[in-house]
């Protein structure tokens, strides 16, 4: 009986939860994203840096299909992005997704901003999306606003709130498109510890952020963008004392020491 021989790294692939391959993205004739290949595994947590305009949102929104490419492809546990419709319903609600602004419904509660993708999407029954809805919202710090209206709570709360939301889908994994840059500095490190929890906690995440102590903390690997391509990637503690590219030096330089 021969047996099959089995290469060291044959056994994550099973573990990779996303998966970009030659992904490129053009508005106009800004070419945003070129060539980008990129894995994350079940688990990690990626923080996507790099200077402005280096592609990261773009990044991160097609990833659940907030922007289309123009070539390669994009898969979530091992299926294709689909193209509308239902199935993309269904894609958006496994990829949980934090914005730069809250986008809380004004005119419902807390709670039933929490509660909204669940009953809607998940058609969970409105007792157990409450229930969950409650739970949540002690996770993140704010089951005491549950009745009240977003306009009602500060920014960082209302950041909390839309992760709640995100969470309450039990998405596989969670985008954070710069989550605390529209926040005062008082409130940006409650967001963060949030966001510190969960990745503790095992959430897969990718994050786009100019905040290098969370990158340096709470990352599995740093993916440093430029000119709409991955410059560099490596753990925090080697990318932020030892980058290996001119153009992360240059970046670091700046922001590290001003």
Known sequence: MTEVSVTKDAKPAADDLVVLKGVNKHFGALHVLQDIDMTIARGEVVVVIGPSGSGKSTLCRTINRLETVDSGTITIDGKPLPQE?????????????????????????VLENVMLGQTKVRRTAKAEAEAKARTL???????????????????????RVAIARALAMGPKVMLFDEPTSALDPEMINEVLEVMQQLARDGMTMVVVTHEMGFARSAANRVVFMADGRIVEEAVPDQFFSNPRSDRAKDFLSKILHH
């Open 85 to 109: 419709g239902k199935e993309l319903a269904k894609l958006r609600a496994d990829v949980g997704m934090v914005f730069q602004s809250f986008n809380l419904f004004a005119h419902k509660t």
């Open 137 to 159: 919202l002690d996770r993140v710090g704010v089951g005491s606003q549950a009745d009240k209206y977003p306009a009602q709570l500060s920014g960082g709360q209302q950041q």
